[in-house]
């Protein structure tokens, strides 16, 4: 994705808005410059004495005009500006959000959390900027550059010449000279950021294990360090900046006194009025005010390049995984019918240079056909999974779907297979609204009969609030074994014909465990299940069992087979579930 796909898309949508917002800026600056040109005129009009009021009776008017128009021209400029610019980034967020949420089964795996923070917060605001504080002020002050010139040529051409120079340091030597000193230090200040996104999203993460491991106060002094030396780095650019501010003060006094001398000197010649002089020497001064900003503007080019730089890897990466795409009216008739998984032959790599992650995998899965797929980690079941789920597409070979390829149906895959995982997200919203994420068209009742199946319906009744009570952050109200029967009910009111678990038992005690699993083979029948465990819990209720080592499967057959035929199975069978051996 080429960078100015970030930003030209935005520019020919709202360039009408753009060319009213560059002509309010110079309008607005024009009224400034007016303001304190008629001041000046009225000043030194009113210091000679003059025998009638009537004869500052038109300045008068007209500075009480320019200095109302000025304030009302700049917050219409203000006004539709932002509200432009808002617009665009919603249009951005939006965009960014497309990206990423098709992406969302393999995120994780793809992308560090401390990077997706630093591109919601900072990336687009930094595009936002492109356009407040570096497009419109550029062009704004380019066009002033013009007409000034211009307009002072009208009096004096070589004068005006000369003033260009002046202001030629403002509008383009001191910025190229800013952007030249701060290139390299604006990307490590952002980099910089980056990393502190990184290690204190680490943090927030892992904070109980620094607190039990004691070593709270290394974090601390380790990430103290790592922001004093982003602060260092960031005082080295405010030092630039207020040197820049600085030598730009002096171009603006030496252009003043420059307009003091050629007005005295015309003034002289009799080429213009005494009352003239203060008028041409104040207006200076709004006039510079428009070319001051074009530096700073400038500087942050670097900025805006690493986050189209960034914001262009997550985009490329979305099209490298991109999908020709299934219409949404197959999709539909898929999930409404029987649906046949073929996994044949896949491969899978991430490149060249990585190991294979699943070899040779072959799976023939019939709606209503119960699996369990058991190994280690690091066994390809993972890998196998987002497969199945479209994430990924195989190397080598194929995953389909009734003849449908599983990476091309992609994003609207979860319309035909539903995942029920280890540690399912249960908001801070209520307990009905938790079990409608299923089906956003679910009714009340529908809520209710799913309760029911998981066998939550007694215990949610019988709080004070019922289906509306709040489940708190992450579901905290309620345990481990119940806020995995609320994420099965989720799964029901999907209602898919595929159900893809990944160790949904996972940190529940035996009993809790034993009645869950009980629980989804009762509510799942004629259904097709890809069961993703560890151990064996359930591997007697499973039509075939395969075992999976590094990447390739070593051994498949139901648990009666497996039984008799294989040594190893029932060690790890004994091991396992002794308890349902010495059951037998």
């Known amino acids: 994705m080429r960078e100015e796909g970030w930003l030209l898309p935005y520019i020919r949508t709202y360039w009408g808005r753009f060319l009213m917002i560059i002509a309010l800026g110079c309008l607005t600056l024009l009224t400034a410059s007016m303001l304190m040109f008629t001041s000046g005129f009225l000043i030194s009009k009113a210091a000679l004495r003059p025998e009638n009021i009537l004869m500052v009776y038109v300045p008068i008017v007209l500075v009480r005009t320019f200095g109302i128009g000025r304030a009302v021209v700049h917050y219409v400029e203000r006004l539709v500006s932002h509200d432009a610019v808002l617009r665009i980034v919603s249009l951005m967020r939006t965009r960014l959000y497309r990206i990423l949420e098709p992406q969302a089964l393999f995120i994780s795996s793809r992308f560090r959390t401390g990077d997706m923070l630093g591109v919601l917060s900072d990336d687009i605001q930094y595009l936002q900027d492109v356009y407040l504080r570096t497009v419109f002020p550029s062009v704004v002050a380019f066009v002033m550059y013009i007409a000034s010139i211009v307009a002072l040529g009208w009096f004096d051409l070589r004068f005006a010449l000369f003033m260009a120079l002046y202001i030629f340091i403002l509008v383009a030597v001191l910025p190229w000279v800013s952007l030249l000193i701060t290139k390299a230090k604006s990307r490590l200040a952002k980099q910089q950021r980056s990393s502190l996104y990184i290690k204190l999203t680490d943090a927030v993460l892992g904070m109980s294990d620094w607190v ?19 602060e260092r780095v960031n005082r080295q650019l405010k030092s630039w900046a207020r040197w820049r501010q600085l030598i730009g003060q002096v171009v603006i006094g030496l252009s003043v006194i420059t307009m003091t001398v050629w007005a ?16 041409f020497v104040l207006v200076v001064f709004p006039i510079m005010d428009a070319f001051m900003p074009v530096s700073d503007a400038i500087e942050k080019v670097p900025s805006y390049q690493s986050s189209l730089k960034r914001l262009g890897e997550i985009e490329q990466s979305a099209g490298e ?13 898929l999930a409404a019918s029987d649906v046949h998984l073929k996994v044949q032959h896949a491969s899978f790599r991430y490149d060249e240079a990585s190991p294979w992650s699943l070899q040779d995998v072959t799976l023939d899965l019939p709606q209503g056909k119960r699996i369990a797929i058991i190994g280690r980690s690091g066994a390809g079941k993972s890998t196998l999974l987002k497969l199945i789920e479209g994430a990924l597409v195989p190397t080598s070979g194929s995953v389909s779907l009734n003849g449908t390829d599983a990476f091309e149906i992609g994003e609207r895959m979860p319309q035909v297979v539903s995942v029920l995982n280890q540690s399912p997200h249960l908001f ?20 209710r009969r799913a309760a029911a199946q998981v066998k939550l319906d007694r215990l949610i009744e019988s709080l004070p609030l019922g289906y509306k009570t709040p489940m708190h952050e992450t579901g905290q109200r309620f345990s481990g074994g119940e806020r995995q029967r609320i994420a099965l009910a989720r799964v029901l009111l999907q209602n898919n014909p595929v159900v893809v678990l990944d160790e949904p038992t996972v940190g529940l005690d035996p009993r809790t465990e034993n009645d869950l699993l009980a629980t989804i083979l009762d509510t799942m029948k004629g259904k097709s299940l890809i069961w993703v465990t560890h151990h064996l819990v359930g591997a007697e209720h499973m039509d075939e069992i395969i075992f999976m080592e590094n990447g390739r499967i070593e051994m498949r057959g139901s648990h009666t087979e497996l039984m008799i035929s294989s040594e190893r199975y029932r060690n790890l069978y004994r091991l396992d579930r002794p308890e349902a051996l010495m059951a037998k």
């Open 212 to 230: 039990i491991s004691g070593r709270q106060a290394q974090f601390l002094a380790a990430y103290d360090a790592d922001e004093r030396e982003a």
């Open 264 to 279: 005295a000197r015309e003034y002289a010649g009799g080429h213009i009025p005494a009352t003239l002089i203060a008028a």
């Open 321 to 333: 995984s991109g999908r020709a795409g299934v219409p949404i009216e197959e999709v539909r008739q």
């Open 428 to 447: 801070d919203t209520t307990v009905a609204n938790n079990i409608r994420l299923g089906d956003r068209e679910a009714e009340d009742e529908d809520i």
